[in-house]
């Protein structure tokens, strides 16, 4: 059993995974717009892969005799000036969700949650390879400038991903 502290904060980051999840599926909507349509497919699995995140913060509060509170979801951004200016957003997002988990972690010690504090080391890791990927990405929208041959190149490239569901 959680105490109600540790359970209003996992509260708190199911609904910010959520959230995650809206905000990358704003950002493909974003690229359909502009006929980026590999990008698009990068951002919606990247929003899958955040709803997933959020469910196994559901199912972790339920497994420990907690109560899930689902709240309004914040409207996520819709317009950005360019691709590149997603792909900082995606970065500067994932390092800000990095925060987060680190707060859970930290409260865990600090509540002296074994069994949480195990369960977010998932997390931990998960977000060192959230950061990794956001900025190799980055670095290959900057790489492609406003050259359009190249863009059209990572769209393509992009238009592969495909989502493989996470193991604990």
């Known amino acids: 059993m ?3 502290k540790m359970e209003a904060a996992l509260n708190a980051q199911l609904n910010a995974e959520v959230y995650s999840g809206y905000l990358y599926l704003s950002m493909a909507a974003y690229f359909e717009d502009i006929d980026l349509a590999g990008f698009a497919n990068w951002m919606r699995v990247q929003a899958e892969e955040e709803l997933e995140h ?6 972790y509060i339920i497994r420990r005799g907690a109560s899930v509170t689902l709240e309004a979801i914040e409207k996520p951004q819709t317009e950005w000036e360019s691709p590149l200016a997603v792909f900082e957003h995606v970065l500067s997002h994932e390092k800000m969700v990095t925060g987060l988990i680190n707060d859970l972690v930290d409260l865990a010690i600090q509540e002296r949650d074994h069994a949480t504090n195990n369960f977010l080391q998932w997390f931990v890791e998960e977000q060192v390879e959230e950061e990794e990927n956001a900025m190799e990405m980055l670095a290959k929208v900057k790489l492609a400038g406003d050259d359009n041959s190249i863009i059209y190149t990572l769209n393509e490239e992009f238009a592969t991903r495909v989502r493989t569901p996470s193991e604990e």
Do not use: A, L, Q, T
């Open 2 to 4: 959680v105490n109600e």
């Open 54 to 59: 959020g469910m196994k913060f559901y199912d």
